[in-house]
């Protein structure tokens, strides 16, 4: 008996159901260590055939899935990009956004991290790790445009010896780590526990683009319109990225 050939649409729906179901594995507590492919093929209704002609190890399903949150980070970026203001503005908007990226789903914020590793790498299929780098490529172009309008137009001028990389490199680097060290799943030491995300966040972003030397500088911008606005302009695309549950 042939095969059944399914259309990219099923395809897709099944590939939502198995990563769904190995975050669900991640969130029960176990984390990564928790993924297992006979695991997830437990709790989906499909093959262990079937999960294997989509993903050929774990690592290969842990790279998918975080793809998968690259992505929507990509379309959520799209729509912030859009922002009417100075680049200073459209900066922040795009900070604010991944904030709100993340916070809408923590676990899969902290994955992205994980395709970075060397053993997953190793046993990642080439298709997805040279889609984890197109993606990744496609997100810092999108940063680094409003970068490149900020140096042209004279808002930006960047230090000696960094380029728009460096820039985007230096903002996102803040950005990670605040949300990584302040978010709820990581215990708090002294020095963080008046630490309240959102009010961090912001502060930590202005204060690095005010010493890049972005203007107009931080008290001349209305941050609670901006992020307002922000929040309004990016929502739709956030609510509409949940993975399948199977």
């Known amino acids: 008996m042939a095969p059944k050939i399914i259309n990219d649409e099923d395809k897709q729906q099944r590939q939502q159901v198995i990563m769904g179901a190995a975050l669900e594995l991640i969130r029960s507590g176990g ?51 859009d922002f009417e203001g100075s680049t200073r503005e459209k900066a922040l908007c795009l900070a604010y956004s991944y904030l709100l990226h993340a916070q809408s789903d923590m676990t899969r914020f902290n994955l992205v991290v994980t395709a970075k590793t060397p053993a997953t790498r190793a046993k990642a299929s080439q298709h997805h790790t040279e889609e984890h780098m197109a993606l990744e490529d496609d997100l810092n172009r999108l940063f680094c445009s409003v970068i490149v309008d900020a140096i042209d137009n004279g808002e ?50 202005n204060l690095v683009l005010d010493g890049l030397g972005w203007q107009p500088l931080d008290n001349s911008i209305d941050l609670q319109a901006l992020t307002r606005a922000c929040h309004q302009r990016v929502a739709p695309q956030i609510k509409n990225h949940g993975l399948h549950k199977p």
């Open 156 to 205: 930006l001028t960047p230090k000696p010896g960094m380029d728009a990389g460096g820039v985007a490199f230096a903002i996102w680097s803040m950005a990670y780590g605040t949300v990584a060290l302040l978010q709820d799943q990581v215990e708090r030491c002294a020095i963080r526990e008046s630490q309240v995300l959102e009010v961090a966040y912001l502060t930590h972003t």
């Open 31 to 81: 984390g990564v260590g928790a993924v297992t492919i006979d695991k997830v093929v437990a709790k989906v209704p499909y093959s262990k055939g079937t999960v294997y002609g989509h993903y050929s190890s774990k690592e290969d399903l842990l790279t998918a899935m975080c793809n998968y949150c690259v992505s929507t980070l990509i379309e959520v970026f799209a729509a912030a990009i």
